[in-house]
């Protein structure tokens, strides 16, 4: 298995229970994270090795994880897995996966490539990297069976980790904030590009927040590898002590806040699981972000907004994401929740919906699909 980052060591991770349910004397290895380890996975490289996103931002590290890449695939050949796993990571895993399969390797790719809201053409990489697709929303399948890919809806497994009614007085008491405090929820990435990129500008719009709203709490769960650079992009913005830094624990802070302020990726859909308001928002190298435009086949880069298929929750991207803007999408937010409250409900009835739509038993499903394959 191969998964990058957090967001796909937590997949992975859920993945994992599912199949040594099924294979209780399976081995696993390759690259992966803390919650894949968890599982008894054995990690010839962290999964924090893939975090790099962008264009230019890949660059520096291009030649180094092409070598990780050519010795992994090497390694494997040698000890002829029953089956590979990619999980997410697409620019890593296709290649590798073509590889493989050419080989006589049985591939699946786990969370089908966005190729319906930007990456169109890779839809074709797809088909000749992986024999199976593992889709977590509803509608992939039957566009990819369109291009010749054999694919099998599984469901996100988050929405079956986190609780249709989230318990905020508990996330509050393990975290040690009053039931009565206003708790903003701020992740600016859990890639080091992200938070170089985003952290100043999240930390800024909370310190002008401050001015109008000096009450507020916030809370940023930081991704191990990342928490000393956001503990000193959070000095530097003099936010002290209403400024509180967690280690991971991402899960319990979403379920503690009021409101979070988001960077784009697989956290705005656990904030929306959560049912809290948000704000999105993302910047990138100016010429990634040119090269990037002209790909979007949608109007929205939240996944929120592009499975309910509207702007149900507001998106400030590259230039628009400044820390004044930010700030007063936020404050829309908290102003709602003291005077609207009926808008913050009709949210939580959008997320409960989408909830609903995307849980399914993971697990059982996933492992259904790699027996079929495996026995096929």
Not at 37 to 42: I, L, N, P, T
Not at 185 to 212: D, H, I, K
Not at 257 to 281: F, H, N, Q, W
Not at 296 to 306: A, Q
Request: with cysteine.
């Amino acid at each position: 298995m191969v998964a990058g980052e957090a967001s796909g060591d937590l997949l992975a991770g859920l993945l994992l229970d599912g199949l040594r349910a099924r294979w209780p004397a399976m081995q696993s290895m390759g690259i992966g994270g803390h919650q894949m380890q968890a599982r008894g996975f054995e990690p010839w490289w962290p999964s924090e090795t893939l975090a790099v996103r962008g264009y230019l931002e890949v660059v520096p590290h291009l030649r180094r994880l092409l070598a990780i890449r050519r010795e992994l695939g090497d390694r494997l050949l040698q000890e002829r897995p029953d089956i590979f796993i990619g999980i997410d990571a697409p620019d890593f895993n296709f290649g590798l996966e073509a590889r493989l399969r050419t080989a006589g390797i049985p591939t699946v790719h786990f969370v089908s490539p966005s190729f319906w809201a930007w990456r169109a053409k890779k839809v074709e990489t797809l088909k000749r990297s992986a024999d199976h697709v593992l889709c977590i929303f509803p509608f992939e399948p039957a566009l990819l069976a369109a291009h010749g890919v054999p694919a099998t809806y599984v469901g996100h497994p988050l929405a079956s980790v986190i609780p249709l009614e989230p318990d905020r007085a508990a996330a509050r008491r393990q975290l040690g904030l009053a039931d009565e405090a206003c708790v903003v929820a701020v992740l600016p990435g859990s890639r080091g590009s992200e938070v170089q990129q985003m952290g100043a500008r999240f930390f800024a719009a909370a310190n002008t927040l401050l001015r109008s709203r000096p009450a507020l709490r916030f809370v940023v769960p930081a991704v191990p590898s990342q928490e000393a650079e956001i503990r000193r992009l959070a000095d530097t913005a003099g936010l002290g002590a209403r400024l509180q830094v967690v280690r991971g624990q991402s899960h319990t802070v979403l379920a503690a806040c009021d409101v979070a302020l988001v960077a784009s990726g697989t956290a705005t859909l656990e904030t929306a699981l959560y049912k809290r308001p948000m704000v999105i928002a993302y910047h990138m190298n100016r010429l990634s972000y040119w090269l990037m435009r002209g790909r979007n086949l949608m109007p929205w880069i939240g996944l929120p907004n592009i499975l309910c298929r509207d702007t149900v929750v507001p998106e400030l991207i590259q230039d628009a994401a400044t820390p004044a803007a930010l700030a007063a999408a936020l404050d829309h937010w908290l102003q709602a929740r003291d005077t609207a409250p009926e808008t913050i409900a009709a949210l939580e009835q959008r997320f409960t919906a989408l909830h609903l739509e995307l849980r399914r038993d993971t697990a059982r499903l996933a492992s259904d699909a790699i027996e079929k394959l495996l026995a096929g």
